[in-house]
């Protein structure tokens, strides 16, 4: 059992870093090569990771790290100065990421909850991956 899920985190892992590197090669989002590499060896693609509860488990704590990691690195007060613009202009590329992506879908001939499934994922993916400008933030 332990060695089974030390495997799956090694494929995991291993497809992440190919498929990432790839789609960084090829100029496209990294974070996509991600999803497409979880659909490849998951459950639905090659079926090399049929069991997912571990790595979601995983997944979770990974999540949780990194904005502890973030939110160590933030000062409060600089924050609140660029807090607002940061909340508009946030808020503004998801839901235009989304609306984009549930017309795509929908003009594609897909039913609306699969629509409303791949406009969240890649809305919350956009705002996610957006860079912030290095100049605007000083690290003193």
Do not use: H, N
């Not at 799956?8 to 892992?13: L, M």
């Not at 090829?26 to 090399?48: E, N, R, W, Y």
């Not at 879908?105 to 897909?110: T, V």
Request: hydrophobic share 55%; with cysteine; proline share 3%.
């Amino acid at each position: 059992m332990q060695t089974t899920f030390l495997l799956e985190v090694g494929i995991a892992v291993a497809a992440a870093l190919l498929v990432s590197l790839l789609f960084y090669r090829l100029g496209l989002p990294m974070i996509v090569g991600q999803l497409v590499a979880g659909m490849l060896v998951g459950p639905f693609g090659l079926g090399l990771i049929r069991d997912t509860t571990a790595i979601d488990f995983l997944a979770t704590l990974g999540i949780i790290l990194l904005l502890f990691v973030v939110g160590l690195e933030l000062d409060p007060r600089k924050f609140g100065k660029v807090g607002s613009r940061v909340l508009i202009l946030s808020t503004v590329e998801f839901l235009t990421a989304f609306a984009v992506s549930i017309l795509s879908a929908l003009f594609a001939g897909w039913d609306l909850g699969t629509a409303l499934f791949l406009g969240s994922v890649l809305g919350l993916s956009s705002t996610a991956s957006c860079e912030i400008d290095p100049r605007s933030v000083s690290r003193t």
